[in-house]
């Protein structure tokens, strides 16, 4: 089984010891780990797993695989930037996400459209018309996140084919409808 892990380049200590936790019963669950393959939350998560002897992917931006993080086992360059995003989440069976900025949106988004669940660690948080969305499924430890995880991608596994893998209604948008996103309120916007 692999599950992916999201988050920023740079987190607080926080996140990335929540990321590392993660990583962590991850590996003690013998899932691989694929991720961004560079820093902050994507090391963290890395460098748990290998603490207990887990597997690691790192689908990597650039062209270089000296780019990626030191606890990443197998580097896959892309040459594609942030588009690389679209090959981490899908590659999961599931996705946890640990806090974020605009690059974790954007993998949310896509996993969420391909129906690929996403557990959410102090990350986004989407509403539609004033009324929140709940298509990210809330955790509240790391624990718990990677139990969910485990859990929705081998629920997703045996709906293959089904319209598990279909966007529902309640994660399209509908014409005509306001989308709204928020950012997790202990974390400033940095560019």
Not at 23 to 32: F, K, M, P, S
Not at 47 to 73: E, F, Y
Not at 115 to 133: A, C, F, K, Q, Y
Not at 173 to 182: A, D, F, R, Y
């Amino acid at each position: 089984m692999i599950i992916a892990v999201i988050g920023d380049s740079s987190c607080s200590p926080e996140e990335a010891k929540l990321a590392e936790t993660v990583g962590e019963l991850l590996a003690q669950q013998r899932v691989t780990v694929i991720c961004g393959g560079l820093g902050g939350v994507m090391e963290a998560v890395c460098r748990g797993a290998k603490s207990k002897g887990g597997l690691t992917v790192g689908i990597l931006p650039g062209q270089d695989p000296s780019t990626a993080n030191p606890w990443v086992d197998i580097p896959v360059v892309t040459g594609l930037g942030e588009a690389r995003n679209v090959a981490v989440v899908k590659s999961a069976g599931a996705v946890i996400a640990v806090g974020g900025r605009y690059g974790t949106l954007s993998e949310i988004a896509h996993a969420l459209k391909s129906g690929i669940p996403v557990i959410g660690l102090n990350t986004w948080s989407l509403s539609r018309n004033g009324r929140e969305d709940d298509s990210i499924v809330r955790a509240h430890s790391a624990a718990q996140a990677v139990e969910k995880a485990i859990s929705l991608a081998e629920s997703s596994k045996a709906h293959r084919g089904t319209s598990f893998l279909s966007p529902s209604p309640s994660s399209s948008p509908v014409e005509g409808e306001e989308t709204k996103l928020t950012q997790p309120k202990n974390e400033a916007i940095r560019q």
